[in-house]
Each structure stands twice: as C-alpha cells, then as structure tokens.
C-alpha cells in the first residue's frame, strides 16, 4: 500500500512560483542561536524531544550568521551589545527575518533604565513578536506558525523591497 495505489493516476502537480518558493523557504529556516537571558533556556527546550522544532525543517540552531536566516531574539538586550546585534543581522543572507522572544525584547520588561534598549525594532526589523516572561517553547512555536503564514502570503513583488 503505497502513496501511489491511494493517488491514482494523477501525475500532474499545479502550483504558483510564489508558492513554491515561499514553501521551501517555510520548510527550510535555519534559525540563529541568540539568547540573552532566561527566554533562552525556553528557546532551546523549543528544540527538545517534546517540541521538536524539527519537524517545521529548523533542524538545529546555527551559531554562524552566515547560515542563518531567521534570528530569535531571547532576553533583554543591552545598549552594549546593541551594535553586536545589528552587525550579526547584517552579516545574514537575504531573505532574512526577526522574531523577538519575550518581554525583554519586545518592550524591554521590567527593566525600564538606560542600559537596557527598550524594544529590539529599535536595532533591527522584527516581523514576529513573542510575549511572555519567559515564553513557554510553545508559544515560540505558535509565534514560528505565525511567521510561516506571513511568509506564505508574500508575493514577488514585495521580494524586490
């Protein structure tokens, strides 16, 4: 019993260009590993047996920017380590994308002072914010979901931006 005896004679399988390449880039996002603070800890237990952040094709967690093209910022990020964070983001290939984990990146959380940047959009871009102190791995992942979906929906035209 295999695919093809459920299948029947089909053969033929219609798509858009836009859909294709939206689907392989949704399937094949390799995320870098930076972690500031507790959400870390959240972040890589999004990657253990009981989430398994796997099976949406982010097999393991760069290091390297240059390999990466989804960065997940987890923890709050100081004025100090501002200029290292904006570096890395530009050192990743194109199309690229941000998710900002956690209060402390979002808004900068209950550390209202001077050395903390309130909100990492003020360093780089973020698409998807995710909130909780820390975020539990499955809101991680329901925030992952979210940026699949925003991704589906571009078109080729917005890819020229």
């Not at 995320?31 to 990657?47: D, N, R, T, V, Y």
């Not at 796997?54 to 910022?73: A, H, K, N, T, Y």
């Not at 871009?125 to 940026?147: F, K, N, S, W």
Request: net charge neutral.
């Amino acid at each position: 019993m295999g695919v093809t005896s459920k299948l029947g004679n089909l053969g033929v399988v219609t798509t858009t260009l836009e859909a294709a390449i939206n689907w392989g880039r949704t399937n094949s996002m390799w995320p870098m590993l930076f972690g500031l603070a507790c959400c870390a800890i959240e972040m890589m237990s999004s990657q253990a047996s009981s989430y398994d952040a796997s099976r949406f094709g982010m097999e393991l967690m760069r290091p390297s920017p240059r390999q990466s093209d989804l960065m997940i910022v987890a923890g709050r990020v100081t004025r100090k380590m501002a200029p290292v964070l904006r570096q890395l983001y530009d050192q990743m290939p194109s199309p690229k994308w941000v998710v900002s984990m956690g209060d402390c990146a979002s808004c900068g959380g209950i550390f209202n002072n001077y050395a903390i940047v309130q909100g990492v959009d003020e360093i780089v871009p973020v698409d998807v914010y995710v909130a909780g102190c820390p975020p539990r791995p499955e809101q991680l992942i329901h925030g992952l979901m979210t940026l699949h979906e925003k991704i589906k929906s571009e078109r080729i035209v917005d890819w020229a931006k």
